[in-house]
């Protein structure tokens, strides 16, 4: 009996979350982007940039004049992306770099790869991410969604600290954009079980990941704001959007969401565009901590708030992947 209430709690939580969510995006329009300034010479890296969100954020940044480097686990993806995006916006500064975010090996690549190439860094949008699939360990042997959702980003983010830092100044800082979801309201972290092997749930794991997400943007602005390092750090929450990261939702789920997505949920582009925002506005310069959702600043989670707890998770991640010293 414990174990089912234990199994359906997390599924609970999660579609309350979601309902919420449908119910605030019917009530009220998508946020629609202002005109924003011209980032010529400026870089950028998204993670799953090749499709959905990811692409859209891609595309708009080159558009404005960014370097953008995807980054992705699927080459001839990320290739026809690329080719997209430079026909769309006439800019040829768009390129694809192999990353895979379950693997820590990948991400230490990526990033000595990243750095040969003697380039800044001004942009790093931390976008890629699995939801609700079935149990499954990542190279390194930690649960999927909180290995590749946030331990990769985690990684990826700290080896990358030292270009955002050189890249940035007073009055044009660094931006990191991290992307998390309104599921992180219902999750829960137990730091004694990360892995999620007392009871798994694909949905426990998923809000986890999401609300570690949260966590850590909120307390890496801390350390930087504490340093006066002129880079800043925000999470958005790009509510419910129609993209392929519904493909394991259960079979009655899968049907019930088809004629509700059509109504409902965003597009792509409208679900990318408080990430734009955060990568890019004038009025966000210099400023750092900040949930962002439909373009606004949003409450998250109480949570989230927990500085304790923050510090908690920022010290057992950096032993998880090698970085005592961060």
Known sequence: MWRLFALLLPVIRLYLAGLKVLLYQLLHSAFTLPVLPSKSGRVAIVTGGARGMGYETSRHLASLGMHVVI???EEDEG??????????????KVEFM??????????????????????????????????????????????????????????LTNLLLDTLRSS?????????????SATHYGGRLNLDDLQGRSCYSSHGAYAQSKLALVLFTYHLQDRLCAQG??????AVDPGMVDTDLY???????QLAKRPVAKLLFRTPAEGASTAIYAAAASELEGVGGLYLYNGRKTESSVTSYDE???????????????LQKA
Not at 110 to 117: C, D, G, I, T
Not at 128 to 150: C, I, Q, S, W
Not at 229 to 234: G, H, Q
């Open 168 to 180: 940035g100044r007073s009055g044009q800082c660094s931006r990191i954009v991290t992307i998390s």
């Open 229 to 234: 390092d002129p880079v800043t750090a925000n």
């Open 308 to 322: 304790q707890l923050q510090g908690r998770l920022w010290k057992q991640s950096c032993a998880l992947v090698g």
């Open 79 to 92: 290739l026809v992306a690329v080719k997209k995006i430079q026909e769309q916006t006439g800019q040829r």
């Open 71 to 73: 980054a992705g686990n």
């Open 247 to 253: 493909e394991n939702l259960c079979s009655p789920a």
């Open 98 to 155: 192999y990353l895979d975010l379950a693997s820590l090996k990948s991400v230490r690549q990526f990033v000595l790869r990243f750095k040969a190439r003697g380039l800044p860094l001004h942009v790093l949008v931390n976008n890629a991410g699995v939801m609700l699939v079935p149990e499954r360990k990542t190279e390194d042997g930690f649960e999927l969604h909180f290995g590749l959702n946030y331990l990769g980003h985690f990684l």
